[in-house]
């Protein structure tokens, strides 16, 4: 969890050469608290005694219902187009290509940001996406999420309007926010919408029995399922999603600060299960600046709990690309761009002197 980790010049050498492919991340939990404070000075939103040293309190969102009270007041400052073009190009810059990510599939959250029209939002991401491309080279799409906490009617709704406003950067659907008041087979309705609309599907499943898994996939309709830590509790579903090769995106820091993936522990123990099982995981950082970390810093803890080198997550950003909803072409494209990324990734691993032959 702590960034309060050795010194390791072999490890710093490969994380921040790594190329990386970003496929959980939220666009409302990339916002860094400077701007947060810039945004909310701007629409008059009062937010008391806080300040940017102290908006995120990492250790307490061990509590979720603290962290999406904390993620509420981010999106609530979040209104017009230009706000939306600014967190997005952050996002995408410094919280993206800075850290040699290539490519982002950005969860987009309308939920999240009361009272402000789908298409308004719509047009300040993709502005910042196109800017972003166009200074950095990041390519990146969008994965709509709903939210548990709202009505199965509301989510019904909102891809109604995500079907009628449709356009090229929106590849998917994901269901986040509390698992625990919103269990995926309230939602069936809302993901076959989507998935005859041809919208491709996934979603959180963190805190739920492995059993909810199985909902995802076969009720749902889920092609990824994100976090997804539990499933290695139940031996036949980790089977089926093995075979399949179901990608899992997982989120080393956020979730071993959420007690998800580690009991806080910091030994990202549920992530070894998971590959040592031969599942397709991914990483990511979930909601960056409100956990501390950034896409190198979950490389390097895993680095350092799980001892992984360069080819051990040279085979997540492979799987990365993988588990990408983009068309073949695109798809081919991402892997050469990391084909020729990795090459460039120095490979500490000491060299055994060659034994003389006679």
Same mark, same amino acid.
């Given at each position: =969890?702590?960034?309060?980790?050795?010194?390791?010049p072999?490890?710093?050498?490969?994380?921040?050469?790594?190329?990386?492919?970003?496929?959980?991340?939220?666009?409302?939990?990339s916002?860094?608290?400077?701007?947060? =404070?810039? $945004?909310? @000075?701007?629409?008059g939103?009062? $937010?008391?005694?806080?300040? +940017? !040293?102290?908006l995120?309190?990492?250790?307490?969102?061990?509590?979720?219902?603290?962290?999406?009270?904390?993620?509420?007041?981010?999106?609530?400052?979040?209104?017009?187009?230009?706000?939306?073009?600014?967190?997005t190009y952050?996002? $995408?810059? !410094?919280?993206?290509?800075a850290?040699?990510?290539l490519?982002?599939?950005?969860?987009?959250?309308?939920?999240?940001?009361?009272?402000?029209?789908?298409? %308004?939002?719509l047009?300040?991401?993709?502005a910042?996406? /196109?800017?972003a491309r166009?200074?950095?080279?990041?390519d990146?799409?969008?994965?709509?999420?709903?939210? %548990?906490?709202?009505s199965?009617?509301?989510?019904?709704e909102?891809v109604?309007?995500?079907? /009628?406003?449709?356009?090229?950067?929106?590849? #998917?659907?994901?269901?986040?926010?509390? /698992?625990?008041? #919103?269990?995926?087979?309230?939602?069936?309705?809302?993901?076959?919408?989507a998935?005859?609309? *041809?919208?491709? %599907?996934?979603?959180?499943?963190?805190? *739920?029995?492995?059993?909810?898994?199985?909902?995802?996939?076969?009720?749902?309709?889920?092609? %990824?399922?994100?976090?997804?830590?539990?499933?290695?509790?139940?031996?036949?579903?980790?089977?089926?999603?093995?075979?399949?090769?179901?990608?899992?995106?997982?989120?080393?820091?956020?979730?071993?600060?959420? @007690?998800?993936?580690?009991?806080?522990d910091g030994?990202?123990?549920?992530?070894?299960?998971m590959?040592?099982?031969?599942?397709?995981?991914?990483?990511?950082?979930?909601?960056?600046?409100?956990f501390?970390?950034?896409?190198?810093? !979950?490389?390097?803890?895993?680095?350092?709990a799980?001892?992984y080198?360069?080819?051990?997550?040279?085979?997540l950003?492979?799987?990365?690309?993988?588990?990408?909803?983009?068309?073949?072409?695109d798809k +081919?494209?991402?892997?050469? @761009?990391?084909?020729? +990324?990795?090459?460039?990734?120095?490979d500490?691993?000491?060299?055994?002197?060659?034994?003389?032959?006679?």
């Amino acid at each position: =969890m702590s960034r309060d980790l050795p010194n390791d010049p072999a490890v710093e050498a490969v994380v921040t050469a790594l190329p990386k492919i970003s496929l959980h991340c939220h666009l409302i939990g990339s916002v860094q608290a400077a701007t947060v =404070m810039d $945004l909310a @000075r701007k629409h008059g939103v009062d $937010l008391g005694a806080r300040t +940017a !040293d102290d908006l995120y309190d990492h250790a307490s969102y061990e509590n979720l219902g603290e962290f999406l009270r904390v993620l509420d007041v981010v999106g609530s400052v979040v209104r017009d187009v230009e706000d939306f073009h600014r967190i997005t190009y952050e996002s $995408l810059t !410094d919280g993206g290509a800075a850290h040699g990510v290539l490519y982002r599939e950005i969860h987009l959250s309308p939920p999240g940001h009361p009272g402000v029209p789908y298409p %308004r939002l719509l047009a300040g991401v993709v502005a910042g996406m /196109e800017d972003a491309r166009a200074d950095t080279g990041i390519d990146s799409r969008l994965v709509v999420g709903l939210c %548990r906490n709202d009505s199965s009617t509301a989510a019904v709704e909102l891809v109604e309007t995500v079907i /009628e406003h449709r356009i090229d950067e929106v590849l #998917g659907i994901g269901l986040d926010y509390e /698992e625990v008041k #919103g269990p995926p087979h309230l939602f069936v309705e809302a993901f076959q919408l989507a998935g005859r609309a *041809g919208l491709r %599907r996934t979603a959180h499943s963190e805190s *739920g029995p492995p059993r909810h898994v199985l909902t995802l996939l076969d009720e749902l309709g889920c092609e %990824r399922v994100d976090h997804g830590y539990h499933v290695v509790d139940d031996p036949e579903i980790t089977a089926r999603c093995v075979e399949e090769r179901i990608p899992f995106t997982c989120t080393p820091v956020s979730s071993d600060i959420g @007690r998800y993936s580690g009991s806080g522990d910091g030994t990202h123990h549920r992530i070894r299960e998971m590959v040592d099982a031969g599942l397709c995981v991914t990483v990511d950082s979930d909601d960056p600046p409100m956990f501390g970390t950034d896409p190198t810093h !979950d490389h390097r803890v895993l680095a350092h709990a799980l001892g992984y080198g360069r080819d051990e997550l040279a085979a997540l950003t492979c799987n990365g690309v993988e588990a990408t909803w983009l068309d073949d072409c695109d798809k +081919a494209a991402l892997a050469r @761009r990391v084909e020729e +990324a990795l090459a460039a990734v120095p490979d500490p691993t000491p060299v055994p002197t060659p034994v003389p032959t006679t």
